[in-house]
Each structure stands twice: as structure tokens, then as C-alpha cells.
């Protein structure tokens, strides 16, 4: 319940920062935005249902793909293969957050249809991804916090009865009390889920606005393949965290469908939608930064830290220069993505 109150509270204090720069905004010279693309409409939804189902499959396959490790031996978790996929998948996400979500915020805000006082005087993007990243820390920190001490607690009580009725503790062993790095991952993975869910949606309903079929293309392409390596990235932390079987497949479902619903809340309003009013520059914008933010710290923090200070990784030079490349590949991949979409 603590955890679930500490989340809401983020959420607002998330929301309090996308909304109310859109209180002191200015007056727009622009106008609104053209519509001879009004004629690409109908080919560029066909685009945007295939990209729903495109979409779902290919992130319904990422975060199923760690899973596979039940039946073959060498995508195990605890194999080397394992942390060289997820260096992988983590480069595509922190490229996501740098190259392609945070220039886009940057754009937003800095647009011409904005007052130059403040949108133009001072870094609101930079501003927002670092509050949001700092935001999704104190949760992090937080929901650890709250899920730890229960776990100690229950632990310390039940190698204490073990101790009494046996004399030793080889009964408690034989349960197996859960170990701080098991906390850590389910912590891990419910923070990664969380996180990634606003950055999905964002990005699902840049595509759904769009009535460019040459933009959709190129989007989809680099949607996919940041839904397909994200989605291992969450189901590896998801597979490390020995969850029940129930609660996987939830997680995983979740995933799954949050980026297609994002085209479909973008395709609902395309109607509506004016990309060159302010108010949806500065809310848009604020959304993209803070997804920028989140992203940069779930890949280097909840990620990257967490794998390559393993000391599976730490004691094995080849699968630390591995697991290296890997991620400078996966990160490479994704920014030379950048170029068309």
C-alpha cells in the first residue's frame, strides 16, 4: 500500500510538471498545420492498424524471448548469452532516450510557435528529464525500501524457528530464504515495467498522429526494433526475478499492449490534433523529456549497473568485453535508426 501511495504521488508530481508550463505560454504566430496531407489519410491508417497488430507481436516476442530460457539451456539467465542479449536490448534503450526521444522534446519547446521568453530562454527539456529521472529514483529507492525490510524480516523469524525446533539451520536452507538479489530484480522489474509504460505511450501516439505514410514507415521500422530489444530487456529483469507464472504473464500482456494502445489513442485523435498548437508543443514536449529521462536512467541504472557490476561478469573478461560490445552495437543500431526516423 506504501508503495502503491509513493507511485501516485509520482504520477502527480509527473503530471504537476507536463501541465503547468502550459499556463505561461504565450501567443503563437503559427499556424495551424497544413492539411493537403489530408489526402494520404486513408493509406496512412491502413499504415497505423497493421502497425498496432506489427507492434504487439514484436513486443509480445521481446518480452516473451528471456522465457525461452526454460527450454533452451543456453538463454538461461545464469548463461553468458543472457547478459550479452540484455547489453544489447539495454544500448537500444538508452540510444531511445539520448537520440531519439530527447531531441524530439528539445524540438517541441524550442519551436517557433512558442513565446521566445521562457520556452527559448532556458532548457525546459533538460529540466523535465531530470526531474523524471530523479523521480523514478525515489521510487526505485523507495518500493526497494518497502519490499526489503517485510522480506528480512519474514527471513530472520523463519531461520530463528528453524534454529529452535532443529538446532541448526540447514531446515531454513532447505527452504531457501529469498535472497537480496532476488528482491532486487522483482523490485527491478516492476519499476522497469512502470517506467517504460509513459515513454510506449508517447511514442505510440507520435505514430498515431501522423497522416505521412513516408513518416510511418520509417517510425514503425524503429519502433519495432525498440519494442522487440526493450522487450527483453524488461522480461530478462522479469525471468531474474523467479516471479509466478501469473504475475509474468500479467506484466508481460501489459507491455505488450501499452505502445498499440498509444497508436490507437493517436489515431482517436487525429482529428483533432495540431501539431503547431502551443498547447500540444509544450505537452508533448514535457512528455518526451520526461520519457527521455526515464529511459536514460531504467538503461543505466536499473540495466546496465545492475548487470555489469554481476560478478558473473565482473570475474569473466570475456564476457565483460562481450557483453561491452553488445551494448555498443545495440546502442549504435538504434542512433543509426535516427537518421530516418
Avoid at 8 to 35: H, I, K, M, N, W
Avoid at 42 to 57: C, D
Avoid at 99 to 126: E, N, Q
Avoid at 140 to 149: C, G, N, P, Q, R
Wanted: net charge positive.
Amino acid at each position: 500500500m506504501v508503495g502503491f501511495k509513493q507511485t501516485q504521488f509520482f504520477a502527480f508530481l509527473c503530471c504537476l510538471v507536463v501541465l503547468f508550463p502550459s499556463l505561461v505560454r504565450g501567443g503563437c504566430t503559427c499556424e495551424s498545420q497544413d492539411t493537403t496531407s489530408r489526402n494520404n489519410e486513408p493509406l496512412a491508417l491502413k499504415f497505423k492498424v497493421i502497425a498496432i497488430v506489427w507492434v504487439f507481436i514484436a513486443g509480445a516476442m521481446g518480452v516473451r524471448f528471456p522465457v525461452l530460457g526454460k527450454a533452451i539451456d543456453a538463454l538461461r539467465p545464469e548463461r553468458n548469452v543472457f547478459f550479452v542479449i540484455k547489453a544489447f536490448a539495454s544500448g537500444v534503450i538508452l540510444s531511445t532516450g539520448f537520440i531519439h526521444v530527447f531531441p524530439d522534446a528539445t524540438k517541441y519547446l524550442t519551436s517557433p510557435c512558442l513565446d521566445d521568453y521562457p520556452w527559448r530562454r532556458f532548457p525546459f527539456a533538460g529540466l523535465v528529464a531530470m526531474v523524471c529521472a530523479i523521480g523514478t529514483w525515489m521510487v526505485d529507492v523507495f518500493v526497494t525500501s518497502h519490499y526489503s525490510k517485510p522480506h528480512l524480516n519474514n527471513n530472520t523469524r523463519q531461520v530463528r524457528r528453524d534454529v529452535e525446533t532443529t538446532g541448526e539451520n540447514e531446515h531454513g536452507r532447505a527452504h531457501g530464504p529469498i535472497s537480496p538479489e532476488i528482491i532486487r530484480y522483482r523490485v527491478l522489474s516492476q519499476v522497469l515495467e512502470f517506467g517504460v509504460l509513459v515513454p510506449s505511450v508517447i511514442i505510440g501516439i507520435a505514430l498515431g498522429t501522423s497522416d505521412d505514410p513516408k513518416q510511418i514507415k520509417p517510425l514503425l521500422a524503429a519502433l519495432t526494433v525498440h519494442q522487440v530489444f526493450e522487450g527483453v530487456g524488461v522480461g530478462g529483469c522479469i525471468s531474474q526475478a523467479l516471479l509466478p507464472a501469473r504475475t509474468v504473464a500479467i506484466m508481460s500482456v501489459v507491455f505488450s499492449v501499452t505502445t498499440p494502445v498509444g497508436i490507437a489513442i493517436g489515431i482517436g485523435i487525429t482529428d483533432i490534433y495540431d501539431k503547431n498548437s502551443p498547447d500540444t508543443l509544450i505537452i508533448q514536449g514535457m512528455f518526451s523529456a520526461g520519457s527521455a529521462g526515464i529511459l536514460i536512467y531504467m538503461a543505466l541504472v536499473n540495466l546496465l549497473a545492475v548487470d555489469f557490476m554481476n560478478p558473473k561478469v565482473l570475474d569473466n573478461r570475456v564476457l565483460k568485453v562481450s557483453a561491452s560490445v553488445s551494448l555498443l552495437l545495440g546502442a549504435g543500431l538504434m542512433s543509426y535508426m535516427a537518421l530516418w526516423a
